[in-house]
């Protein structure tokens, strides 16, 4: 009976220390969770209190864009203090835009914390995207922001700014004189050539080795192959070419040797069949001339290269020439003519391609070469002038080097000012 | 006069671009676009010319049975089916011989026609008559056959699957081909340039051994890509400044050459 009422005792302790214990564990878990509510509540309300505004963008400018065509206005600020220094929450600016002071304001750039400056221009197409008209009034702000995108700090407003076009690129300065000093330089030596003045040309191997690979095809009794490139007609490389096809074309008719001109550009090809005509007719041989002397393979880079790879496979032509604007397809056809054993001469203004003829081909044209030829086959006065300009110009451009190099050496700041003279801004 | 209106046509448009490049202003850019324009125009109608040039070469090679006379057969082929894929659009779960029959029509139309045009006179008409009956049973077949459609605006053309399908499988992968020459033709004129034939080959070959081993891995590395830089931007870079200046030079004084008709080569008076 003892036993069983001690139990009963015991057991009701022990519910009662379970009934404690659990109760205890209810009180502490809803403390910590109405201290944790608490926190959470506080959270948003206190940090963005604690994270001030930053500092906004000072001294903000406007104003219409220098030697543009209008449509054009150059937004310039000061830092915020906390871009990159201080609370260091500056991230971007934005740039906003009003045709009022009173807003509203539209985006018009977004540019990175350190950015100065942002220009605000559109096409001049009036559909095109953010277009905006010229002599019409406009506001604009920088805001500072942060990564929050609710908390920025708006500039002062600047305005009315207004956009207009030059009529003169102040930055091309250099450019017009360069080239009134040149035009000049080359009617003076055009004059002095005209009077009889002897001008001496440095041979060029790759010219004078026309004639000699001509009379070699006609010995052998096979075609001449010439290559106009891939250039428009507009291309002053495939231009010079035209020239060179010219005489190419007049010896041809003189030697009476077959001539092959597969052309890439249709116009290119209208060109050089009226060159090739005429040079035929100046030889006095019109009757020889026929319409596939020069005739049209396609405008597709590689499937040109895999017909004109063909001729030279099939006709095995002595001469293969290659004159004008070449880019991958310049090794592909020159070591095809490499290997069809015929002798190659090449001329290109491009200068990636100028190694690769320079290792396949015999004779190469080097760069300004290429322009000099038409001059130096032609021994005009005129022609031979304006290479003798040419000369002069590289001369006084190799002493302006020279000078602003000891300049900048010896007088820093007189050579910096000496260089400025050169720089175009376009 | 035949030489005197392109030589002052030349005169005025090169001196108007001359002056355009001074001068910002809209209405500047406005003429700028406008004559660039004709570029575009002119373009277009020698295209017809090339093309034009091309058939004209091409059915000469075929009618004289010259040498290798099948690829201009395959070229002339290859052009009428693209083009005619170019323009129409077949009708989706439609058949296809009413298509193809409409292709082999009109080649054997364009064959007839240039024999027509260009063959000798004896049996010139009997080409011609038999040119027009087939373009009147291709007519019937464009018609009548609800397979398919001309289509004349590219868009439409370029989803053609035939004409996609051409493209994307034979075009492409012939044109990769041929680029892919390159690799092998570089290696070639590799070998033929570095032989140590002479003082400067051998110079040559030096500065290319230590350009090209900059990129493989050793503790040479950093030695090697430190010389590599010198030589591609010291000598390297002051060759091809000597060149570029050259270039201007001569591009600059050829323009002006032919803006002031002291050049003339390109109207075949050289």
Redesign the interface.
Known sequence: MRNSFEKTRASRALLLVFVCSLLLLIVSFSTSVSAQADNDSDTPADSILALAAPAPATDLKAFDTD?????SITIEWTLSADDGAGANSVISYRIMKSESPDGPFDSVGLVPLGATSHVNSSA?DKNSEGYFS?NTDYYYRVEAMTTNAALFSSSEIVGPVQSS?????AG?VP??IA?LI??IL?MIF?QLAKKGMDLYVRPLAGIEAVDEAIGRATEMGRPILYVLGLG???D?AT??S??????VA?KVAEYQTELNVP?Y???V???AQ??????FI?AGRPEAYK??I??????????Y??AVN?IIM?DLPATNVYMGKFF?ES??L??TGAAAGSIQIAGT?E?PQ???F???CDYTL???E???A?AY??REP??LG??K??DY??AV?LASAIIGILLINIFPDFGETFKSWFEVID | MKRQIPLVIVFVFGTLMVIQYFVPHENSEIVKGFLLDWIVIIGIFALALGLWSLVQVSIDKINSRKENWEYPLVTLISLTVMIFFGFTSHAEDASWWGYFLAIAVLLAALWMLAQGLMGNAANRNVKSLSALGLVIVFSLLAIFDGSWEFKFYTAEGLTNQMFVHFFDYIMIPLQATMFALLAFFITSASYRAFRARNLLATLLLISALIVMLRFTPGPWGEYLAKTSSWVMNVPNLAAQRAIVIGIGLGIVATALKVILGIERGYMGKG
């Open positions: 030697n543009d065509h209008g449509h001049i010229d076009g030059q009529w003169f690129n091309l450019v017009l080239i040149f035009t080359t055009v428009s007609a507009a002053i231009i010079a035209f020239t060179i096809l010219g005489r007049k052309c550009d249709p116009i090809m209208a060109v009226e060159v090739v005509k005429s040079a100046d319409d596939d020069v005739h049209f393979i396609t405008n597709s880079q590689f499937a290269v895999g063909g099939r991958a090794l592909i020159a070591e203004d200068i100028i190694p690769f320079f290792v396949a080097i760069g300004e290429l322009f000099a038409s086959l032609g005129e022609l304006s290479l300009a040419q110009a590289k451009l």
